[in-house]
Nanobody
Framework: QVQLVESGGGLVQPGGSLRLSCVAS????????MAWYRQVPGKQRELVAT???????NYADSVKGRFTISRDNAKNTVALQMNSLQPEDTAVYYC?????????????????WGQGTQVTVSS
């Protein structure tokens, strides 16, 4: 099995910064895309940023120029640096990874989610 564990959420004032981290562990062979999503109560989970295994990054229009996604393939980690945070960025942030892993029967590919970390932007 594979586990994703996020850290780094918290309370920050508008205009402040936070850095989220996510580490994947388990019987990992390789990881394709890693991404950050966010969700507020009553709304669908939305894609914030994606990082491919080759190092390309894509962002939601709402966070372009403020958020930066980065990853360390050797350590199976992905981070999200969030600057100039605004109240509308308040949400639970989830890490997602598209993982090839090994099991008793061979190799499998599936997506995994972390447990989520709360980010609250408020004065």
């Amino acid at each position: 099995q594979v586990q994703l564990v996020e850290s780094g959420g918290g309370l920050v004032q508008p205009g402040g910064s936070l850095r989220l981290s996510c580490v994947a562990s388990g019987r990992i062979i390789s990881i394709n895309d890693m991404a950050w999503y966010r969700q507020v109560p009553g709304k669908q989970r939305e894609l914030v940023a994606t990082s491919t295994s080759g190092g390309s990054a894509n962002y939601a229009d709402s966070v372009k120029g403020r958020f930066t996604i980065s990853r360390d393939n050797a350590k199976n980690t992905v981070a999200l640096q969030m600057n100039s945070l605004q109240p509308e960025d308040t949400a639970v942030y989830y890490c997602n990874a598209d993982v090839y892993s090994s099991n008793t029967y061979g190799r499998t590919r599936r997506g995994y989610w972390g447990q989520g970390t709360q980010v609250t932007v408020s004065s």
